[in-house]
């Protein structure tokens, strides 16, 4: 596990294929797809990031896409729009910008369709129901 400490501040693109802590601060592109990312509480992040698994404590200005797994601490902070096939957002935590649900291949997910009125009233054996008497 690599790590960028409080006192290192870093311009450019990052990529790499182990799991990556940021407790200092990054600007440019982080692309981690087969690994996690993790953003301390001391971590700024100025980046569009891209990583299997990206665990948010600390701040993120850029989009952010996981492949496998998003989590944004109550401390976390991300301003930008967010992707992933699963999602942890504690209470506390802050999202500024849209959020895709997506399939693990990256994939939009279905929306969801209530079922039709008539398939409801077909489902409660067809029958309308009976007034009360006057």
Known sequence: MAHIGKSISIKGDLTGGEDLV?????????????????????????????AKHVVVVGRVAGNVSASDRLEIHESGIVEGDVRAPNLVVQEGAVINGTIEMT????????????????????????????????
Do not use: C, F, M, Y
């Open 22 to 50: 940021i407790e200092g601060r990054v600007e440019g592109k982080i692309d981690l797809p087969e690994n996690q990312l993790t953003i301390g509480a001391g971590g700024e992040v100025s980046a569009d990031v891209h």
């Open 103 to 134: 399939a693990k291949g990256g994939a939009a997910r279905p929306a969801a369709r209530p079922a039709p009125p008539a398939a409801a009233a077909a489902g409660s054996g067809g029958a309308p129901a009976a007034k009360p008497p006057a």
